[in-house]
C-alpha cells in the first residue's frame, strides 16, 4: 500500500484544502447528483415580497419543504432529488399562487424568475400555473436530457439506457484504433456488462474525460474508462442529464458527465411486471451473414422482469403511518440464446485458410496446393505458401511435395489444433468460416429505501447487482485475425463469469433554512472471471511438456500469431497454467456537501475523497510462447547440433520456400515468450475540493464562478514494488542490472510507489452566466468555461508494474529447429543477472507527474419557438492538452524513445562496423552475409541509442488535440406530437497515439502524427419522435382496440469516420519485390526495415492525387492515387488528404398501446423494430475482407512469372498494389432489421 508518510503529506494537503473551503464566507454547497430550485416573489408591480411562506412537495413521495423568501423576495431550495414539483407561495394580503409541473433533473440549477402574487386573502381561489418547458435560465452549462418520457416512449435494443446516447448531439460512433467496423462496438441487441457507453465519443474528447454517475455512485471502468461496471436497466431508472460543457466545480470529473437516477420509492403502492422478447423468426438475417453463405442463428432473446414502489408497511402495526419511509425494487433476467459472439456478425464470423488434411500429412503435391489455395495461388501475396517443396530440411530432395519422414509429430500436432477447411477457397482468402454463436445469461436486481426521517433529515440507501456468464470462443474482449484469418480456441474457448455491485448511501441535513448538509458514501465493485472451458484442448491432453524459453512450467501450446500472408492464422490461446485470467476492480468514494444561501448568493463548498483499485491477469501475455514466423532459409540453427548450412538454389529455402512445409519439418523463424503475468494491482487517490458562487446578478442575469481542487495522485502498486521510471542517467551505472536506466520502489526506495510523486493539486477554475435577454423566459444566452483533469487508466500501467516484478519478453530469431534450438538459444538470451537482451520495456518518464486536461468552452443560445418547442443554436468546443502518448497498440508509437531514425541501418553497425546490404546471394551463409531484412534482433538493436533495449517505450504527458462543433436542436415535448432533432458540425484533430484516437506514423515527429482522430465524424444527424393517434373510432369496442396508439421512433445518421486514423496510417503497406542487385537475382521485402533502414516508422506510399476523389460504386480510397517510393530512404507523407469512409444509418420504429383496466391498471403492448428498414451499412474491416485495406505491392504478376527481376528503381516504380480490385471497397455490409414485443402489467 501507499507509504505511510505519503499518505500523511496527501492528508495534510487534504486538511489545508478544507480549512481553506470551510473559511470562505457564506458557502452553500449541494452534491451535484442533486438539483437547486430558486425564485423571487413578486406584486403586480414587480416589487419584491420577503416573508413569504414557500412550500415545495414532492409529487411521487409527498415530501414537503419549507422556506421563507429574504429580504430581496428571493428563496433557494437546495439538494433536492431528481423528480416532479409543485410549489406553493403564500403570504397575508395576497392569494395563494400554486405552481406545478415543475420537474428538476440530476444538476439542475433552476430558477423560476419571477412568481407574481395577486392582492387578495390567503383564502382565495388558487392561481394555479405550470413550469413544464421552460428554458434553463440561470446555468452557462450546456447539457442536453434523456427524460422519463424519453425513456417510456423510446425502444432500445439491449436493456441499458445509455444506448440512448446515440439520440445527443455532440455524440459520434466510435470503434477505437485499428478499426474501422461501421457498427457501435458492443451491439446494443446484447445484454452485456459494458453497456452502450463506450460505443460514442463525447464532445471529441477521450474516454477518460467521461465520467458515468448512478445516483452519484461513478460506474466508469477504471481499466480503460472506455466501459461501465454495471448496467443501467432501462426499466430501474428515472431519467439521464447528460453536461457536456461548463461543468460547474461541484461536479467530480468531466468535462462530460452521464449523470442517471435511479426510480425512488413512491408514498402509494404501483408496479409492473413485464417481458421483452425476440426470436430469430422475427428477425432478417443480416447482410454479411448471407453473403458469406452462413445460416440465420437461432437466436433467442427473454427478458422478464418486475418493479415495485411503495411505503414500508407492517402488517397489524402502526409503522410508518405516514409513509416517511418508501422503497423501490427491481428485478430483470437477461436470458439471451445463440447471440452473435463480441457483438456483431463482423466479429462472430471468422474466418481462415487452414492446411488441408493431406497436407497436414505431408502432403504438399501441386494438386493439394492448388485444393488449399484455390484461386490464390496466383497471387503473389500467397507466393511463400504456393511453391512445392524441394527438399527436406537435411537438403534431400523431396518427390513431388512428399515431406514423408521429415515430417515432425510435434508441429503436425499443434497444426491439427485448428479445423480442417469447411468450404473451397475462395478469393477473399480463406477455406473455413464458422459463425461463433455464445449463450450470455445474466440478471440484475436493484433496491433503493427513502426515509424522510424527519422535516430536516432524509435519507436514501442504493444497492444494485448484475451477475451471470457468457461465452468467449476465442480471447476476451475481442476477435484477433490476420491476413490468413483466425479460428477459436480449442475445446470451446471460454466462459466469462460476472459479479457486479454497486451502493450508495445518500444523507441530506437541512440546518436552517439557509443552510444544507449533504453526506454521501458510495462504492463498485467488479469482478470477472474467465475459465476455459476444456483446458485439456490447450494441452494436448496433457502431453505438451515443451519448457519454451524460460521453463515457466506452461502446460498450454503456444500461440500462433504471424500476421502475414506466410504461415498459419491467428489464434491467441489463453495460459491459465499458474492460475485464472480475472479483473477486479473497487471504486470507493465519500463526499460531504454544504449549502448556505446569503441574498442573491448560492454558495456551495465540499470535499471529495475517492480510492480506486484495479486488480487483473492480463489475456494476452504469451507465457506459453509463440510462433511468429515461419520461414527457414538455406541456414538454419540444429541446436545443439550446431549450425546447418546448404544451398537450394534461387528460392534460398531449405525447402525450396513453402513456408508451412518449413513448419511441418520443425522449423520456424521467429518464436518469442513472456516469462510470467504477474496480474498487477494498482491503486489511486483522488482527494478535492470545491466552492462555487451560483450569483443572480439582477433577475434576468445568472453568474456562476467557482474553482475546484483536485489532488490527484497517480497510480501505486499495492505490493510496494513499484511503478518504473526512466532515468538515462543509471544506463551504464549497473544500479539496476535487471532493467538499465529504470529505477522503482523495490530498488531505490527514494523512489515512490508510484515511480512519480505525485502532482500539487491541480487548480481547475470554471465560470459561466445565463442572460434571459428579453426578461420572458423567451430567449436566454448562456456561455460556460472550464478546466478539467481527468487520470490515465490502469491499462496504461499496467505492463510497466509488470516489468518490475519481472515479467520479460524475448524474441528468438532464427531460422531454427523449433524444439531443438529454443532450449539452447535460450541459455544466452536469459542472462544469470536477470538482464533479458533486446527486450522492449514500458515505463514513465521521470518527473512526469501530469495528468491529461481538458479546456472547454461554450456559448448557447435558446429559444422558445413554436407549437411550445424550445430551439437552441449552440457552439461548443475544447482543447485537450497532457494527453499520455502510449496508446497505439502497433509496432509504431509515440513514447518509443529508442527508435532508429531513416536510413539508420543503412549505415555501419556502431558495435560491429559491418554494413548490410538489401540482398545476399544466393546460397550464402549467415556468417558471410546478412541482409537488412534479415537482421537479427540484436543486429538492429546495435543502431539504437540504448542498444541493449529493443523499443523503450516511456510514456509522458506530451500529446494534445482539439474539438470545434456546431449544434443545432429543436424539441418539442408537448402535444400529440412530440420529438428531438439534433445536428452536430464537428472537428476532432489531435496527435495520433492517446487513448483511441488513431495510431500514429512516426515517433519523431508530433506535428506529423496530428490529423483528424479516429471518431471524428464531421456530421451527425439525430431525430426522435412520438405521435398519439387521439380519438379515431368513437364505438366503444373499437375505440378501446384503436384509439391512442403511439409511433414512436429513432433515426441516427454519421458521415464516415476518417480511414487513415481508425486503420494504419500506411494503409498496410507491404509485399515483396523481384530485383536484381549487385549482379544476383534476389526477393526483397516491401517493408519500413528494408526501404527506410528502420523498423520503428510506417513506410508512407507517395501520393499522387486526392485519394479522396473516387469513381464507382462503394469506393472510398482510390487505389491510384499510391504509389511505392522510388528510391530508398524516401518516405511518404504522413497525413494524406481526409478519406472518409462509409456513413452510418439507422432508424427504429415503434407501435405501442397502453389497454386501461380500470383503476391505476393497465397493460402495455408494443411491436418495435429496430433497423426497421433493414438497412445494412457498408463496412471495410471484417474477417470476411481482410485485404480492402492493405496496400500489397508487388512488380510482378501472373503474366510475367517470378521469374522477373528489375532494378531497384525500375522495381519501385513499377510495383502495384495487388489488391487494387479490392482496395477501397466497401463490397461488404452489416446488419439486420430485428424485432421486439413488449407486454407490460402496470398497477
Known amino acids: 500500500m501507499e507509504p505511510r508518510n505519503m499518505r500523511w503529506g496527501r492528508l495534510l494537503r487534504l486538511a489545508v484544502a478544507s480549512a481553506a473551503i470551510c473559511a470562505a464566507p457564506h458557502m452553500l454547497l449541494a452534491q451535484a447528483n442533486n438539483a437547486t430550485l430558486s425564485g423571487t416573489v413578486v406584486d403586480p408591480t414587480h416589487a419584491v415580497i420577503p416573508g413569504a411562506t414557500v412550500k415545495l412537495t414532492n409529487v411521487a413521495t409527498g415530501d414537503v419543504r419549507t422556506t421563507k423568501s429574504n429580504g430581496t423576495g428571493d428563496f433557494t431550495f437546495v439538494d433536492l432529488p431528481s423528480a416532479n414539483f409543485t410549489l406553493t407561495v403564500r403570504i397575508t394580503g395576497f392569494q395563494v399562487d400554486k405552481v406545478g409541473g415543475i420537474h428538476l433533473d440530476p444538476g439542475d440549477s433552476r430558477n423560476l424568475h419571477e412568481i407574481i402574487l395577486q392582492p387578495g386573502s390567503t383564502t382565495q381561489t388558487v392561481t394555479v400555473k405550470t413550469a413544464a418547458d421552460e428554458i434553463t435560465l440561470d446555468s ?25 446516447l446515440k439520440i445527443l448531439p455532440g455524440f459520434s460512433l466510435s470503434s477505437g484504433n485499428n478499426s474501422v467496423t461501421n457498427t457501435p462496438v458492443n451491439d446494443p441487441a446484447q445484454v452485456s456488462v459494458a453497456g452502450g457507453y463506450g460505443n460514442y465519443s463525447a464532445e471529441g474528447t477521450i474516454s477518460s474525460a467521461i465520467e458515468e454517475l448512478y445516483d452519484g455512485i461513478d460506474i466508469t471502468d477504471p481499466g480503460n474508462y472506455g466501459g461501465s461496471l454495471q448496467n443501467i436497466n432501462y426499466d430501474q431508472v428515472a431519467e439521464v442529464k447528460v453536461d457536456t460543457s461548463g461543468v460547474t466545480a461541484d461536479n467530480v470529473g468531466g468535462p462530460v458527465i452521464i449523470n442517471a437516477v435511479g426510480k425512488s420509492g413512491t408514498s402509494q403502492f404501483h408496479g409492473e411486471v413485464y417481458t421483452y422478447g425476440r426470436t430469430y423468426q422475427m428477425n432478417s438475417v443480416d447482410w454479411l451473414t448471407k453473403y458469406d453463405h452462413q445460416g440465420a442463428p437461432p437466436d433467442r432473446e427473454i427478458y422478464p422482469g418486475f418493479a415495485l414502489s411503495g411505503p414500508i408497511l407492517l402488517p397489524h402495526l402502526d409503522f410508518n403511518h405516514n409513509r416517511h419511509l418508501t422503497f423501490f425494487a427491481g428485478l430483470e433476467g437477461y436470458f439471451q440464446k445463440n447471440e452473435y459472439a463480441y457483438g456483431n456478425s463482423g466479429s462472430a464470423i471468422v474466418t481462415a485458410l487452414v492446411p488441408t488434411a493431406a497436407m497436414r500429412n505431408g502432403d504438399f503435391s501441386q494438386a493439394q496446393l492448388n485444393q488449399y489455395l484455390g484461386p490464390l495461388a496466383s497471387n503473389s501475396s500467397y507466393a511463400n505458401l504456393a511453391r512445392i517443396p524441394a527438399t527436406g530440411l537435411d537438403g534431400t530432395p523431396l518427390a513431388n511435395g512428399q515431406l514423408g519422414s521429415n515430417l515432425n509429430a510435434t508441429q503436425q500436432a499443434l497444426i491439427n489444433t485448428l479445423p480442417l477447411p469447411n468450404q473451397a477457397t475462395v478469393a477473399q482468402g480463406y477455406n473455413y468460416a464458422h459463425t461463433n454463436l455464445i449463450d450470455n445469461d445474466n440478471w440484475q436486481g436493484q433496491l433503493r429505501i427513502d426515509d424522510q426521517i424527519n422535516k430536516n433529515n432524509r435519507l436514501f440507501v442504493m444497492y444494485s447487482t448484475e451477475r451471470g456468464k457468457e461465452g468467449v470462443p476465442q480471447v476476451p474482449y475481442y476477435s484477433p485475425h490476420g491476413p490468413t484469418g483466425g479460428t477459436n480456441t480449442p475445446g470451446g474457448g471460454m466462459l466469462a463469469d460476472l459479479n457486479s455491485e454497486i451502493g450508495t448511501l445518500n444523507l441530506t441535513t437541512i440546518l436552517s433554512p439557509t443552510m444544507t448538509n449533504q453526506l454521501s458514501l458510495s462504492g463498485a465493485y467488479f469482478d470477472q472471471d474467465y475459465v476455459l472451458k476444456d483446458p485439456a484442448a490447450l494441452t494436448l491432453n496433457g502431453q505438451w511438456n515443451f519448457s519454451g524459453i524460460f521453463n515457466n512450467g506452461s502446460k498450454v501450446i503456444p500461440e500462433f500469431q504471424d500476421y502475414g500472408y506466410n504461415g498459419l492464422p491467428v489464434n491467441l490461446y489463453p495460459d491459465t497454467s499458474f492460475g485464472g485470467i480475472y479483473a477486479k476492480k473497487w471504486d470507493r468514494y465519500g463526499e460531504d456537501d454544504i449549502t448556505k444561501v446569503l441574498g442573491r448568493h448560492t454558495l456551495r463548498g465540499g470535499i471529495y475523497v475517492g480510492l480506486t483499485n484495479n486488480h487483473q491477469a492480463t489475456p494476452f501475455v504469451a507465457t506459453n510462447g509463440a510462433i511468429d514466423m515461419y520461414y527457414i532459409g538455406s541456414t538454419y540453427n540444429d541446436a545443439p547440433n550446431g549450425t546447418t548450412e546448404y544451398s537450394t538454389g534461387a528460392q534460398g529455402s531449405g525447402n525450396g520456400g513453402n513456408y508451412l512445409a518449413d513448419f511441418l519439418e520443425g522449423g520456424v523463424f521467429q518464436y518469442s515468450q513472456t516469462n510470467l503475468d504477474p496480474a498487477p494491482n494498482i491503486y489511486f487517490w483522488n482527494i478535492a475540493g470545491y466552492v462555487q458562487d451560483h450569483y443572480r446578478v439582477t433577475p434576468y442575469i445568472t453568474l456562476q464562478y467557482g474553482v475546484r481542487i483536485d489532488d490527484l495522485a497517480p497510480w501505486s502498486d499495492a505490493h510496494g514494488i513499484g511503478i518504473p521510471v526512466w532515468d538515462p542517467s543509471t544506463y551504464t551505472t549497473g544500479q539496476n542490472p535487471t532493467l538499465p536506466g529504470f529505477l522503482w520502489h523495490g530498488i531505490d526506495k527514494s523512489i515512490p510507489d508510484s515511480g512519480i510523486n505525485a502532482h500539487a493539486p491541480f487548480i481547475e477554475p470554471r465560470v459561466g452566466f445565463a442572460w434571459d435577454m428579453r426578461h420572458n423566459g423567451q430567449t436566454v444566452l448562456r456561455a460556460g468555461f472550464g478546466l478539467y483533469t481527468s487520470h490515465d487508466s490502469a491499462n496504461d500501467v499496467e505492463t510497466p508494474a509488470s516489468e518490475a516484478v519481472g515479467q520479460r519478453t524475448v524474441q528468438l530469431t532464427g531460422p531454427f529447429l523449433y524444439q531443438q534450438a529454443v532450449p539452447e538459444l535460450a541459455k544466452s538470451a536469459v542472462t544469470g543477472s536477470g538482464f533479458t537482451p533486446t527486450t522492449s520495456v514500458s515505463g514513465f518518464k521521470m518527473g512526469d507527474d501530469l495528468q491529461p486536461q481538458i479546456y472547454t468552452y461554450n456559448v448557447d443560445l435558446d429559444q422558445r419557438t413554436i407549437w411550445h418547442s424550445l430551439f437552441q443554436i449552440a457552439y461548443i468546443g475544447n482543447i485537450s492538452r497532457h494527453l499520455l502518448d502510449n496508446g497505439s497498440t502497433q509496432p509504431v508509437t509515440t513514447d518509443n524513445i529508442n527508435a532508429i531514425p531513416i536510413g539508420g541501418l543503412y549505415k555501419a553497425d556502431p558495435i560491429t562496423g559491418q554494413t548490410y546490404p538489401l540482398a545476399c546471394p544466393p546460397g550464402s551463409s549467415s556468417s558471410s552475409c546478412t541482409a537488412i531484412s534479415g537482421l537479427s534482433q540484436q543486429q538492429v538493436d546495435d543502431f539504437r541509442p540504448y542498444p541493449e533495449y529493443n523499443a523503450l517505450n516511456i510514456a509522458s504527458h506530451r500529446l494534445y488535440a482539439n474539438y470545434n462543433s456546431l449544434q443545432v436542436t429543436w424539441n418539442k415535448q408537448q402535444g400529440p406530437l412530440t420529438f428531438g432533432i439534433n445536428y452536430t458540425w464537428s472537428k476532432a484533430l489531435g496527435v495520433w497515439g492517446a487513448s483511441n484516437n488513431g495510431t500514429p506514423g512516426t515517433p519523431f515527429d508530433l506535428h506529423a502524427d496530428y490529423g483528424p482522430e479516429a471518431f471524428d465524424r464531421r456530421n451527425a444527424f439525430n431525430a426522435t419522435y412520438a405521435y398519439t393517434v387521439g380519438k379515431v373510432f368513437h364505438q366503444r369496442l373499437l375505440a378501446g382496440l384503436a384509439n391512442h396508439w403511439m409511433i414512436s421512433g429513432i433515426t441516427t445518421a454519421q458521415s464516415g469516420s476518417p480511414l487513415q486514423a481508425s486503420w494504419n496510417p500506411d494503409f498496410g503497406t507491404t509485399g515483396s519485390l523481384n530485383i536484381l542487385y549487385n549482379g544476383y537475382k534476389a526477393n526483397i521485402p516491401v517493408s519500413a526495415q528494408e526501404l527506410l533502414g528502420t523498423p520503428d516508422v510506417y513506410l508512407m506510399p507517395q501520393v499522387t ?68 428498414l433493414n438497412h445494412a451499412n457498408s463496412t471495410l474491416d471484417t474477417n470476411v475482407e481482410p485485404n480492402n485495406l492493405i496496400l500489397n505491392y508487388t512488380n510482378f504478376n501472373s503474366t510475367n512469372s517470378s521469374t522477373f527481376y528489375q532494378s531497384l528503381p525500375n522495381a519501385l516504380a513499377s510495383a502495384t498494389n495487388s489488391n487494387a480490385n479490392v482496395f477501397g471497397t466497401t463490397n461488404i455490409k452489416i446488419g439486420r432489421r430485428i424485432s421486439e414485443v413488449e407486454v407490460k402489467f402496470n398497477f
Do not use: M, W
Not at 140 to 164: F, M, N
Not at 1126 to 1148: I, N, R, W
Open 140 to 164: 452557462g452549462t450546456s447539457s442536453t436530457l434523456i427524460s422519463a418520457q424519453d425513456i417510456k416512449h423510446l425502444a432500445v435494443e439491449g436493456r441499458d439506457v445509455t444506448e440512448l
Open 1105 to 1172: 492525387c486526392n485519394p479522396a476523389a473516387t469513381h464507382g460504386s462503394h469506393v472510398y480510397i482510390n487505389n491510384s492515387c499510391f504509389s511505392l517510393p522510388t528510391q530508398l530512404g524516401q518516405q511518404g507523407p504522413y497525413q494524406f488528404h481526409e478519406v472518409a469512409g462509409p456513413a452510418y444509418f439507422d432508424t427504429d420504429l415503434s407501435l405501442q398501446k397502453s389497454f386501461a383496466l380500470g383503476g391505476s391498471r393497465s397493460v402495455l403492448v408494443r411491436y418495435t423494430a429496430f433497423n426497421f
